[in-house]
């Protein structure tokens, strides 16, 4: 089974991820293939909290946000599982996203997203959760890697799917 | 890791995809849908699907196409195969243009579907049986309900049959269930006991406007973006009616509108950005995105509860002493004799001004110089003389108010009195919750104690042992009526009664032998059989002894109308209704037809002529069955008010599907000379609903305090609290739906409570912890919100929820002149519950719903 929850999900022992197995799934839709590439986006060393870093991923047509919250998040790598990192583009339509304490907020219509619960829509139109990028810390030097995205990013058919 | 199942790629429809339009099945803008069904191992491409966009690009924002995770699932049909269901927003409806809210963009998740989560649909009618419900055959229960409420009439009468039905349209609902659950109770059964979904009655919510002459629905959408003023009274619009706020009211707030208006209005007339005022004891989220666009043009007003008509008399009283009103108008427009009894008892002109308003703010709590600049606002006439362009719209802050009849009267003349009803960017009437679809025959109260009311209160029927047999439709009244904890005691015992009975010698199973038993208990005991139909089981229908399959939306062919443009669309059917699932009005046939036959053999004619006319073989005959109510409906344009608000007489299915997102607007006329069917815009240009055309005025009563009800717990230190409720964006109704989507139940986990920073200290709540609400009506206990929403002294709290409800708290009062319960105001005490909070606490949010600042 290719479909990237699942993967991460065996590969995790926290407490939430039990949730996974309480019936909250809903009717299983086989993801395609897809296959992210591994990059570095930062290191753990030089982020403060509440402080976002930008980058593109999985191309540089889609925007993203890293960012240590400053208490555990759902996903979270690093020592207090505080960093985490989204797509900015907001699932309602499209509109950008911007970091405001611990909250992605649209200012087209308003929808909020918890960068500390999976990117869940709070408040707002938006009745997809915002994509979470899949973090990788390197232990050794620190560096942070996104190789993945968990949910769809706005406006596409396939994350990678852009011709 | 994720707490949900997440997609990063979604399947593309092949051009030959089935198509078909529907409305979504929740609130009341009714935004369109197109709906795209195939075969799940068959798909379009990037450059060639049934969208009819290029999916190889990533799409510019606001394109106005979606689709995203949540707008896919995969059904199986009765052929036993899967198919691919992607149900979109439709971009080319002028309703939504592609915009879509949390709640509708869930529409397909909502799909039945055997293995998904909404696998315990209702399949069979169950019995209920010693050892709980088995599923019995439509034959057996049909019998048994036409032969129970046959012998029930014959030996106790129409009245021992009551009734509690919803009358609305959506939620797979429309004027085709309406019209049958209308012929079966008002023509058939002709029982007094009826209701009205989640209330103690049958009746209108408004008719304090329309026994002014002046259907509720009377504005366009196109109405919110033209408005000087936009005017939310008890009308929470961003959460509530999210979309007709995000496409309608917020360009105008923002200027978006200036174009439309200045093409729409006269020449030299200024046209700007919108104002808003909102009054609402809340700072709720409406208000909050109102000050992020623009602080300056957002007046709030937070009233005292059960005090806005006393509010909306002080705004028309100073509107008159500054002589903002069109005496030509009102004198052309509306009834002069009854004019007087309004100028002397709402706006108490004998009374000095200064004093008036004293004594309305002492009342309301609001102050002089707010009710001035509100006033102002709605009716001071624009630069160069212009009148001030005002759309007014209430909702459930006021018709669950107090006062239901005269909060709802005081601020339809406050709207007539400054000329802002029938004219582009004015209009007076409901933001509405849900759709409407509502024809039916004659009901047994016509009106208001005014017009041959009130009602009776079947809830009161019920707990004192009233009725014999009680049929629940589409409502769950363990949570959603007043009182509710009393009303789920003596219901439970009454049905206790009757399985206690059965159970004695064992549940007989043949329906015969059944129905004997059950006869034998009505005589016995104080026995009572309830019937729940529905499409799932719900907390009510644990006490049920039959639970009838429903079909849902998609699952039939349905109409309904929305609240903002009364927009007449087809539902269409896009997939099967689970096991033997069925529309309501062919229940309700099935069962009619049965009675029919019972008493044909019986050689009772009358009663046999009293439930014929049920014979419809499809939802397009009962549509077209039901139009014969709203009688002729030959009319020019400057007749339009007389004719019924919802009329679509000419109207067929057919057509509505060649309309599709395009639709018609009721009330349809058929036009004298051309013969053609034409939509009416925008209401009472020319007339109002009256007889002789003209707006009656209405004097409103004075100010005499809190019911005793309430006034019990005034000056009580262990009740503090003023208690309000609402609804949250996020979930629809009971969430019958929503408790069954992880990430809905994820967002909101528990019934919640919002209580001010100042009152949260002194009992030492913080946000995340678990309240005990409390009075002598009941409890509920809550997750808590510290916020400035509420003002110290007031705390709200979600109006029901699948895990509690807060209406155990409220009380029984209803409006003595209309029956309608005050779902909105109470007392409570509130204290830190030290229990310990499950699985939620891990995944909910906790920040702030009405802070959308970014410092």
């Known amino acids: 089974m290719s479909d990237i929850s699942r993967r991460k999900f065996l590969q995790t022992t926290s407490a939430s991820a039990l949730l996974l197995f309480s019936g909250l799934g809903r009717e299983s839709q086989a993801a395609s293939a897809q296959s992210y590439s591994s990059r570095k986006i930062g290191n753990i060393k030089n982020l403060k909290v509440n402080e976002p870093l930008a980058f593109n991923y999985p191309d540089e047509n889609s925007p993203c946000v890293l960012v240590n919250v400053g208490h555990e998040a759902v996903g979270g790598i690093g020592n207090g599982r505080s960093v985490v990192s989204f797509s900015t583009r907001c699932t309602h339509m499209g509109c950008p996203l911007t970091y405001n304490n611990g909250r992605l907020v649209c200012k087209c219509h308003y929808s909020m997203f918890d960068v500390s619960r999976n990117g869940q829509t709070y408040q707002g139109l938006a009745s997809q959760w915002v994509a979470q990028v899949v973090l990788r810390l390197d232990a050794a030097t620190g560096n942070i890697y996104a190789e993945g995205v968990e949910g769809l990013i706005y406006g596409r058919i396939g994350n990678l799917k852009l011709s | ?855």
């Open chain 2, 1 to 855: 890791m994720s707490l949900t199942k997440r997609k990063d790629t979604l399947p593309i429809p092949p051009v030959d995809a089935e198509r078909y339009t529907t409305v979504c099945q929740y609130c009341s803008v009714g935004c369109g849908y197109n709906v795209f069904v195939w075969p799940e191992k068959r798909s379009g491409t990037a450059k060639s699907n049934a969208f009819n966009v290029d999916l190889s690009k990533q799409s510019m924002l606001l394109s106005g196409f979606s689709y995203t995770e949540t707008m896919h699932n995969v059904i199986t049909r009765k052929n036993g195969n899967r198919y691919n269901l992607a149900i979109i927003p439709a971009k080319e409806s002028r309703i939504n243009k592609g915009d879509y809210s949390i709640r509708g963009g869930t529409n397909a998740l909502t799909a039945y579907t055997p293995t998904g989560v909404t696998k315990d649909r209702l399949k069979y009618p169950l019995l209920r049986k010693e050892n709980g419900f088995v599923a019995i055959s439509w034959d057996d229960a049909v019998e048994i309900i036409a032969t129970l409420t046959k012998n029930s009439m014959d030996k106790y009468g129409a009245d021992s049959v009551a009734m509690k039905f919803y009358d609305h349209g959506s939620s797979g609902l429309g004027f085709e269930d309406n019209w049958g659950a209308g012929k079966f109770f008002l023509s058939g059964v002709k029982t007094q006991y009826l209701s009205i979904h989640n209330r103690p009655a049958y009746n209108s919510e408004v008719w304090g406007s329309r026994e002014r002459g002046m259907h509720e629905l009377n504005y366009d959408v196109d109405d919110a973006r033209l408005a000087d003023t936009i005017v939310l009274w008890g009308a929470n619009a961003y959460e509530g009616a999210t979309v007709f706020y995000t496409e309608h009211i917020m360009p105008n707030l923002q200027g978006g509108s200036i174009d439309e208006k200045k093409s729409e209005f006269a020449p030299g007339e200024p046209a700007e950005e919108g104002r808003i005022v909102i009054i609402d004891p809340r700072k709720n989220a409406t208000t909050t995105v109102s000050q992020d666009i623009s602080a300056e043009r957002v007046l709030h007003l937070r009233p005292n509860l059960g005090t806005d008509w006393i509010l909306a008399n002080a705004l028309a009283r100073i509107a008159w002493e500054n002589n903002w009103y069109d005496s030509a108008y009102l004198q052309k427009r509306t009834d002069m004799v009854t004019f007087e009894d309004y100028k002397s008892k709402s706006l108490e002109l004998a009374k000095p001004l200064a004093v008036f308003l004293a004594d309305a703010e002492k009342i309301t709590g609001v102050s002089r110089k707010e009710m001035e600049e509100a006033a102002a606002w709605m009716a001071k006439p624009k630069a160069g003389g212009f009148k001030r362009r005002t759309l007014t719209l209430y909702e459930k802050g006021i018709i669950w108010n107090m006062k239901n009849y005269d909060q709802v009267a005081a601020i339809a003349q406050l709207n007539v009195l400054t000329h802002n009803v029938g004219r582009p960017g004015t209009g007076c009437g409901r933001l509405g919750g849900h759709q409407e679809g509502y024809v039916r025959p004659g009901a047994p109260t016509p009106g208001s104690i005014y017009a041959g009311g009130p009602p009776k209160n079947v809830d009161k029927y019920i707990t004192g042992g009233g009725g014999k047999i009680y049929w629940v439709g589409a409502t769950d009244p363990y949570l959603s009526t007043p009182n509710s904890k009393f009303f789920k005691k003596s219901v439970k015992k009454r049905a206790n009664n009757l399985l206690d009975y059965l159970d004695n010698g064992g549940i007989p199973s043949d329906p015969k032998a059944y129905v004997a038993k059950v006869l034998e208990a009505f005589e016995k005991s104080d026995a009572l059989f309830m019937i729940v139909q529905d499409i799932y089981k719900t907390h009510t229908s644990e006490d049920a002894m039959l639970i009838l399959p429903a079909a849902g939306w998609g699952e039939a062919v349905d109409t309904s109308i929305n609240c903002h443009s009364r927009l007449l669309r087809i539902y269409d059917k896009f997939m099967d209704a689970p096991g033997e699932a069925l529309p309501d009005w062919k229940i309700l046939a099935l069962v009619g037809n049965k009675i029919k036959a019972l008493y044909t053999a019986d050689g009772n004619k009358e009663m046999a002529e009293r439930f014929s006319g049920m014979e419809w073989k499809t939802d397009a005959e009962v549509f077209a069955d039901g139009s014969q109510e709203f009688g002729d409906n030959r009319a020019t344009e400057a007749e339009e008010a007389r004719l019924s608000a919802e009329c679509y007489k000419g109207v067929t299915h057919e057509m509505l599907r060649k309309l599709g997102n395009e639709g018609i607007q009721t009330p349809v006329r058929q036009d004298p000379v051309t013969g053609k069917l034409i939509g009416t815009k925008r209401r009472y240009q020319y007339s109002f609903a009256s007889k002789d055309g003209l707006f009656k005025w209405y004097g409103t009563d004075a100010w005499t305090g809190y019911p005793a009800e309430i006034a019990k717990y005034i000056n009580n230190p262990t009740y503090p609290f003023w208690f309000t409720t609402g609804r949250s964006q996020h979930v629809w109704q009971t969430m019958y739906h929503d408790k069954r989507i992880p990430e809905k139940l994820m967002t909101v986990p528990l019934p919640y409570l919002e209580i001010h920073p100042d009152d949260a200290g002194k009992l030492s709540l913080k946000t995340g912890d678990m309240a005990e609400v409390f009075n002598e009506e009941g409890s509920c206990l809550a997750l808590v919100y510290v916020n400035d929403a509420t003002k110290p002294g007031l705390v709200f709290g979600i109006m029901f929820h699948a895990k509690g409800t807060m209406n155990n708290l409220t009380s029984s009062y209803t409006d003595p002149k209309t029956t309608i319960p005050w779902y909105k105001g109470t007392k409570v005490g509130v204290k830190k519950y030290n229990g310990k909070l499950d699985d939620a606490i891990k995944t909910v949010s906790l920040l702030s719903n009405n802070d959308f600042s970014m410092t």
